[in-house]
């Protein structure tokens, strides 16, 4: 049986104080495969271990060379606790995670340390860790932090990544929580991660762009946002948000709780919302929506679509269902350009649109058909 290295705190301590306590080799120059990886004209260093616990020992004594892209690839399945991704004296360094030929995992496991950060990585200003092919993230049951956290770092998940598996007991964001910095996916998977709100990605400040990839079954146990949730930035213009569930309140998909919601492609379709807004629940921020499909979401209430304040230019809002009202869209509603709400929504009342009683839309509105809530009657395009 091959034995597992566990390494916890001591590595938070080397990174972020920079302490020389061992030395591993010379460096060595990597050529990344993934043209998504490191920063672009930095140089290119291939860490010296097989290890992840051994390349952060190495990162950690080397005395880490500012704008640098260092390449970790890993040469078996780890477990490790929690560690914080952080240099000093304002250094920017890029870690790229890599499989390899096939998919590699690294585990969370609970340890007793100094830090109460129950998180895998903990990403700091300054540091850009990039999920590159076959590596997966494993998060463990009855967990109370996100696998992954940004305190002024950036994240970046490329194809063949992983965040999975991680049930966060405290706060929202199970796979991965944005207090404040960057977080790009490009590709890669977020799925079946738990938390009291935002079951996926919790953007609480900064920024979160969805390129690609898929963010699926994650769970909202307590409130809003199964999928992705928060009061920060949200951009989508490509990828899939399927599947998630908000049991406690709304977004099935994704929930704007304060902060603004772009969406110019993609597809969100799938997700279930105990109460309101079975794809997208928009009830205190800002949705605009350019294109991409809003599809087959379902609400126990309203808006089996959207829920909340929508202004719409272009994409599509079909096959969603509502037990109540407002099949594709429920809420204050502005619809323009190239945009369509189809007849396949159902619903009671307004099974395309609803906004009261005396505006509300059963037939579709495809392009060229505006609804306007600030309007009653034919002129908003009500029936």
Same mark, same amino acid.
């Given at each position: 049986?091959?034995?597992?290295?566990?390494?916890?705190?001591?590595?938070?301590?080397?990174?972020?104080? /920079?302490?020389?306590?061992?030395?591993? +080799?010379?460096?060595?120059?990597?050529?990344? &495969?993934?043209?998504?990886?490191?920063?672009?004209?930095?140089?290119?260093?291939?860490?010296?271990?097989?290890?992840?616990?051994?390349?952060?020992?190495?990162?950690?004594?080397?005395?880490? &060379? @500012?704008?640098? @892209?260092?390449?970790?690839?890993?040469?078996?399945?780890?477990?490790?606790?929690?560690?914080?991704?952080?240099?000093?004296? /304002?250094?920017?360094?890029?870690?790229?995670?890599?499989?390899?030929?096939?998919?590699?995992?690294?585990?969370?496991?609970?340890?007793?340390?100094?830090?109460?950060?129950?998180?895998?990585?903990?990403?700091?200003?300054?540091?850009?860790?990039?999920?590159?092919?076959?590596?997966?993230?494993?998060?463990?049951?009855?967990?109370?932090?996100?696998? #992954?956290?940004?305190? /002024?770092?950036?994240? #970046?998940? @490329?194809?063949?990544?992983?965040?999975?598996?991680?049930?966060?007991?405290?706060?929202?964001?199970?796979?991965?929580?944005?207090?404040?910095?960057?977080?790009?996916?490009?590709?890669?998977?977020?799925?079946?991660?738990?938390?009291?709100?935002?079951?996926? $990605?919790?953007? #609480?400040?900064?920024?979160? &762009?969805?390129?690609?990839?898929?963010?699926?079954?994650?769970?909202?146990?307590?409130?809003?946002?199964?999928?992705?949730?928060?009061?920060?930035?949200?951009?989508?213009?490509?990828?899939?948000?399927?599947?998630?569930?908000?049991?406690?309140?709304?977004?099935?998909? $994704?929930?704007?709780?304060?902060?603004?919601?772009?969406?110019?492609?993609?597809?969100?379709?799938?997700?279930?919302?105990?109460?309101?807004?079975?794809?997208?629940?928009?009830?205190?921020?800002?949705?605009?929506?350019?294109?991409?499909?809003?599809?087959? @979401?379902?609400?126990?209430?309203?808006?089996?679509?959207?829920? /909340?304040?929508?202004?719409?230019?272009?994409?599509?809002?079909?096959?969603?269902?509502?037990?109540?009202? +407002?099949?594709?869209?429920?809420?204050?509603?502005?619809?323009?350009?190239?945009?369509?709400?189809?007849?396949?929504?159902?619903?009671?009342? +307004?099974?395309?649109?609803?906004?009261?009683?005396?505006?509300?839309?059963?037939?579709?509105?495809?392009?060229?058909?505006?609804?306007?809530?600030?309007?009653?009657?034919?002129?908003?395009?009500?029936?």
């Amino acid at each position: 049986m091959k034995k597992k290295l566990v390494l916890t705190g001591i590595i938070t301590l080397l990174l972020v104080f /920079g302490m020389a306590v061992m030395s591993c +080799g010379d460096k060595e120059t990597g050529d990344p &495969t993934s043209p998504n990886s490191g920063d672009s004209g930095w140089p290119e260093v291939t860490v010296p271990a097989t290890t992840l616990a051994g390349a952060l020992l190495w990162l950690g004594s080397n005395n880490v &060379t @500012n704008q640098t @892209n260092y390449i970790i690839e890993l040469a078996g399945n780890e477990s490790i606790g929690h560690q914080t991704l952080g240099f000093p004296f /304002g250094k920017s360094v890029t870690i790229i995670l890599r499989g390899g030929s096939s998919e590699k995992t690294v585990s969370l496991i609970k340890t007793v340390s100094l830090s109460s950060d129950d998180s895998l990585f903990t990403i700091r200003s300054g540091v850009k860790l990039v999920l590159d092919s076959n590596v997966t993230l494993q998060g463990l049951s009855g967990n109370n932090d996100s696998l #992954v956290k940004l305190h /002024g770092g950036t994240l #970046v998940m @490329n194809d063949g990544s992983k965040i999975t598996g991680n049930d966060n007991t405290s706060y929202g964001g199970g796979g991965v929580l944005v207090v404040e910095g960057t977080f790009t996916m490009s590709g890669g998977t977020i799925s079946g991660n738990t938390a009291p709100f935002s079951g996926g $990605v919790n953007v #609480v400040s900064g920024m979160f &762009t969805m390129l690609g990839g898929t963010i699926s079954g994650n769970t909202a146990s307590g409130s809003y946002g199964g999928g992705v949730g928060g009061g920060g930035t949200f951009t989508m213009s490509g990828g899939t948000i399927s599947g998630n569930t908000a049991s406690g309140s709304y977004g099935g998909g $994704v929930e704007v709780g304060g902060g603004t919601f772009t969406m110019s492609g993609g597809t969100i379709s799938g997700n279930t919302a105990s109460s309101q807004g079975g794809g997208v629940g928009a009830g205190g921020g800002t949705f605009a929506m350019s294109g991409g499909t809003i599809s087959n @979401n379902t609400a126990y209430y309203y808006g089996g679509g959207v829920f /909340g304040t929508l202004t719409m230019t272009g994409g599509t809002i079909s096959g969603n269902t509502a037990s109540s009202d +407002g099949g594709g869209v429920c809420g204050k509603l502005i619809k323009t350009g190239g945009s369509s709400i189809t007849s396949t929504n159902s619903a009671p009342t +307004g099974k395309v649109a609803y906004v009261s009683s005396s505006q509300k839309r059963e037939t579709a509105a495809g392009p060229g058909v505006n609804l306007d809530y600030r309007v009653s009657g034919l002129l908003g395009g009500w029936e």
